[in-house]
């Protein structure tokens, strides 16, 4: 990821970028490795607006997710930024992603009720009025395969100490743009365990 960030600048295309992330994962001895980057109007529509082949501009938001695979564990993250200076609103909706994640990652803990999480990050947008732009999960399940447990609306298995899963409560606002933070978390008997070490702001290459 930090590979990929440094690769951004206005002129560049997602493809540019695609490129220098795989890459740094397959030379780190990953056996599989993606990543969707998308751009611009393109943050506004989840995932489906990646477009490989469009340029990158000055002011844009912009977020990658990557996967990878590793002895058969499988990995997932995701993270947004801003092309450059940005606007007010483009940062406020990336400092509330940043906090949507603190909030749910740190209610990932033994016996804590996934619909519960669900609802704390639906309560933080919807005081911005992006509630209806939250579309997605908060969690999967990551690690050998499968995808439980889920945190999600109407999940109401709670979480066991073992767990190992995603976090990545993102929005995705049309007009301003869309955002995504997940990292992967295990589960102690303690409490979450990041184990993704990307900060959540990688630097830019500009």
């Keep these: 990821m930090l590979a990929a960030f440094r690769a951004i600048r206005p002129g560049v295309t997602n493809l540019d970028v695609t490129a ?6 397959l030379r780190a001895g990953a056996e599989s490795a993606s990543m969707a ?12 607006g990646e477009d490989r082949r469009r340029v990158i501009g000055e ?6 997710d990557m996967g990878i695979s590793v002895h058969g564990y499988i990995g997932d993250q995701t993270r947004a930024g801003i092309v450059g200076e ?18 749910a990652s740190q209610g990932l803990k033994p016996g804590a009720s996934a619909a519960s999480i669900y609802q704390s990050v639906v ?14 999960h ?15 609306a109407g999940v109401e298995e709670p979480l ?5 899963l995603s976090c990545e409560p993102g929005v995705y606002v049309p007009g301003v743009g ?9 589960i102690t008997p303690e409490g979450p365990e990041e184990l993704t070490r990307c900060p959540l702001d990688p630097p830019m290459g500009f």
């Design 20 to 25: 220098e992330g795989v890459s740094a994962m």
């Design 37 to 48: 980057v998308s751009s611009g109007p393109g943050t506004f529509y989840l995932d489906s």
């Design 178 to 186: 869309g955002a995504r933070v997940e990292n992967m978390i295990y």
């Design 59 to 64: 002011g844009e938001m912009i977020f990658i």
């Design 138 to 152: 908060i969690s999967h399940g990551l690690g050998l395969g499968g995808d439980l447990p889920w945190v999600a």
């Design 86 to 103: 940005g606007n007010p609103e483009q940062k406020d909706l990336l400092a509330t992603v940043q906090q949507a994640y603190r909030i």
């Design 160 to 164: 066991r100490a073992g767990d190992a």
């Design 123 to 136: 309560d933080l947008y919807d005081r911005k009025g992006w509630a209806p732009f939250f579309v997605h």
